[in-house]
């Protein structure tokens, strides 16, 4: 738009040297063509705020057409949709008192275009020839301006949402001097700085990014790169703890200013998972390998010494190696419930049944699998049967039982009971062994949890089986808990409900 300097120039120059009516025409067609180009929309009003004409843009933007509107009123244009009250009051002080009235800001609804935004700029001029006065009113539309401002204004706080609530820490730095310009609460929180602290300093002055240099030398790195990410760094803490984090940090620019934005995320937990998950292959792995050497080994012997071997000692090597078979075949079956519960598969086939002959059977077995100890079965007459998955409830009785004899001493008694609780059947299994010092007692549930058991011959296991058994027991309804003490014996109770009716 030409400076109002600028026209009264042209002009000047249009009409030079002209005969003064023909300078006269030349001079308003100048001004009428300045008016029809305007983007903003231009109504000339007379004194009782009739419409005298409008610009090319007032009926391009309000969709209406020359005598739709003039010599109307203004408040009855279209559907009365240029009535509004605030314009009508300005308008009328402007022909009474003011002259004019300047960036006054109305929203109004418009049957055909929608809702419109517009500041609103009047003057009234004096025309002499006329002798009367006229308002020339000024309409420009911000309804993009401001629907654009709305947007980024929601996009601002979306933005803040994002990073003030994200689980994972945000800095952005400035990227030419390093500075930090901003840090979100995740951060603070895992580094234990207050933003004070933080802001304003330099990346690498804030200790938290191992020593100094460092930092330096990879900032550097990053202006470079643009991108660069570091998938295992040791963040310090105010308190001088080490925090393991992935940093990613990237260059971009926000309104020509280049800024770096350093995500960095906890990965202690992660750590620790790929820790376990080594710990877990190695463990099960050797678990695995030492019963099968024992069976290549047995059957080999068997194999190849055929004939010098007596049938006591082939039956004993046979024997030998269908146990560790049988082992074997546990702990898989162990891991597999895992797996099953873990991928939400577990599924039960309950049905009543008589518990005592599930927890016979399991006797029987472990009896002849290891006749070290001796084991006796104590369910009273007239147990009511309980909703259970038969070989679910196996499984739980096997682990007990095989547990109760690991850590207990060979001759000792190890006792499989049985009592009714209201809906429910408790089943007990205890032995005369190591016990479980009470600060031990919900930790054994957790994956992989072996105690010690100062004195006694280490045993194997992969600390799997009473978490396999709280799973199955959860599955059924039920819970699992224990009674022991360090040297007094251990007894682990678990409940079943009882088939519905019994
Ligand atoms: P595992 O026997 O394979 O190590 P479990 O999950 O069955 O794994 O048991 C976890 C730990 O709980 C065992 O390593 C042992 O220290 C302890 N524990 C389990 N049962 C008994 C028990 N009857 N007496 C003493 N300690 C036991």
Same mark, same amino acid.
Not at 204 to 225: C, K, P, T, Y
């Given at each position: 738009?030409?400076?109002?300097?600028?026209?009264?120039?042209?002009?000047?120059?249009?009409?030079?040297?002209?005969?003064?009516?023909?300078?006269?025409?030349?001079?308003?067609?100048?001004?009428?063509?300045?008016?029809?180009?305007?983007?903003?929309?231009?109504?000339?009003?007379?004194?009782?705020?009739?419409? !005298?004409?409008?610009?090319?843009?007032?009926?391009?933007?309000?969709?209406?057409?020359?005598?739709?509107?003039?010599?109307?009123?203004?408040? =009855?244009?279209?559907?009365? &949709?240029?009535? +509004?009250? =605030?314009?009508?009051?300005?308008?009328?002080?402007? $022909?009474?008192?003011?002259?004019?009235?300047?960036?006054?800001?109305?929203?109004?609804?418009?049957?055909?275009?929608? &809702?419109?935004?517009?500041?609103?700029?009047?003057?009234?001029?004096?025309?002499?020839?006329?002798?009367?006065?006229?308002?020339?009113?000024?309409?420009?539309?911000?309804?993009?301006?401001?629907?654009?401002?709305? /947007? *980024?204004?929601?996009?601002?706080?979306?933005?803040?949402?994002?990073?003030?609530?994200?689980?994972?820490?945000?800095?952005?730095?400035?990227?030419?001097?390093?500075? @930090?310009?901003?840090?979100?609460?995740?951060?603070?929180?895992?580094?234990?700085?207050?933003?004070?602290?933080?802001?304003?300093?330099?990346?690498?002055? !804030?200790?938290?990014?191992?020593?100094?240099? $460092?930092?330096?030398?990879? %900032?550097?790195?990053?202006?470079?790169?643009?991108?660069?990410?570091?998938?295992?760094?040791?963040?310090?803490?105010?308190?001088?703890? &080490?925090?393991?984090?992935?940093?990613?940090?990237?260059?971009? =620019?926000?309104?020509?200013?280049?800024?770096?934005?350093?995500?960095?995320?906890?990965?202690?937990?992660?750590?620790? *998972?790929?820790?376990?998950?080594?710990?877990?292959?190695?463990?099960?792995?050797?678990?695995?390998?030492?019963?099968?050497?024992?069976?290549?080994?047995?059957?080999?012997? #068997?194999?190849?010494?055929?004939?010098?071997?007596?049938?006591?000692?082939?039956?004993?090597?046979?024997?030998?190696?269908?146990?560790?078979?049988?082992?074997?075949?546990?702990?898989?079956?162990?891991?597999?419930?895992?797996?099953?519960?873990?991928?939400?598969?577990? +599924?039960?086939?309950?049905?009543?049944?008589?518990?005592?002959?599930?927890?016979?059977?399991?006797? /029987?077995? !472990?009896?002849?699998?290891?006749?070290?100890?001796?084991?006796?079965?104590?369910?009273?007459?007239?147990?009511?049967?309980?909703?259970?998955?038969?070989?679910?409830?196996?499984?739980?009785?096997?682990?007990?039982?095989?547990?109760?004899?690991?850590?207990?001493?060979?001759?000792?008694?190890?006792? #499989?009971?049985?009592?009714?609780?209201?809906?429910?059947?408790?089943?007990?299994?205890?032995? &005369?062994?190591?016990?479980?010092?009470?600060?031990?007692?919900?930790?054994?549930?957790?994956?992989?949890?072996?105690?010690?058991?100062?004195? %006694?011959?280490?045993?194997?296991?992969?600390?799997?089986?009473?978490?396999?058994?709280?799973?199955? #027991?959860?599955?059924?309804?039920?819970? @699992?808990?224990?009674?022991?003490?360090?040297?007094?014996?251990?007894?682990?109770?678990?409940?079943?409900?009882?088939?519905?009716?019994?």
């Amino acid at each position: 738009m030409k400076s109002r300097k600028r026209v009264i120039e042209d002009i000047k120059e249009t009409i030079e040297g002209k005969h003064p009516e023909q300078a006269l025409q030349e001079a308003l067609g100048y001004v009428q063509s300045i008016i029809e180009m305007m983007r903003d929309s231009l109504l000339v009003l007379d004194d009782s705020l009739r419409v !005298i004409s409008a610009n090319q843009s007032f009926y391009d933007i309000f969709l209406v057409r020359p005598e739709d509107i003039e010599g109307k009123f203004i408040y =009855e244009l279209g559907n009365r &949709q240029w009535d +509004i009250p =605030e314009l009508r009051k300005l308008l009328e002080e402007i $022909l009474s008192d003011n002259t004019t009235f300047e960036d006054i800001e109305v929203k109004q609804e418009f049957p055909d275009i929608g &809702q419109r935004v517009m500041i609103l700029n009047a003057r009234r001029i004096y025309s002499a020839e006329i002798k009367a006065q006229r308002i020339l009113l000024a309409i420009k539309d911000i309804t993009k301006r401001k629907r654009a401002e709305r /947007e *980024l204004a929601t996009s601002e706080l979306q933005y803040r949402r994002l990073f003030e609530t994200a689980h994972e820490g945000i800095l952005i730095v400035n990227a030419e001097t390093g500075q @930090i310009e901003d840090v979100n609460p995740f951060l603070l929180d895992m580094v234990g700085f207050s933003k004070r602290e933080i802001l304003g300093k330099k990346l690498w002055e !804030i200790g938290m990014l191992e020593h100094a240099n $460092l930092s330096r030398e990879r %900032f550097r790195v990053l202006q470079d790169r643009k991108y660069i990410r570091y998938e295992d760094i040791p963040l310090e803490t105010k308190d001088g703890r &080490q925090v393991d984090v992935e940093f990613a940090s990237n260059v971009y =620019e926000v309104n020509g200013k280049k800024v770096v934005q350093c995500n960095i995320r906890d990965i202690t937990e992660r750590k620790e *998972l790929d820790r376990l998950k080594d710990e877990f292959i190695g463990m099960v792995s050797h678990e695995l390998s030492k019963p099968l050497t024992v069976i290549t080994g047995c059957m080999n012997t #068997v194999l190849d010494e055929a004939t010098n071997l007596s049938e006591q000692e082939r039956t004993h090597l046979l024997r030998n190696a269908a146990l560790q078979a049988d082992a074997l075949t546990h702990l898989l079956g162990n891991l597999l419930e895992l797996a099953r519960v873990q991928a939400d598969r577990l +599924i039960l086939h309950a049905e009543p049944i008589e518990a005592q002959f599930v927890a016979k059977s399991v006797v /029987e077995r !472990i009896t002849e699998q290891y006749p070290t100890h001796k084991y006796s079965l104590n369910f009273p007459p007239g147990l009511p049967p309980v909703d259970a998955d038969p070989v679910r409830l196996e499984r739980i009785l096997y682990n007990l039982l095989d547990n109760a004899r690991k850590y207990s001493p060979e001759g000792s008694e190890v006792r #499989v009971f049985a009592k009714p609780d209201k809906d429910n059947v408790i089943i007990g299994v205890s032995d &005369q062994g190591v016990g479980i010092a009470t600060s031990d007692h919900e930790k054994i549930f957790g994956s992989f949890e072996r105690l010690e058991h100062v004195g %006694f011959k280490q045993t194997k296991g992969i600390g799997l089986g009473l978490l396999v058994c709280r799973r199955l #027991v959860e599955a059924h309804g039920g819970r @699992i808990w224990l009674e022991s003490a360090p040297d007094a014996g251990s007894t682990f109770f678990f409940n079943l409900p009882c088939k519905r009716g019994a």
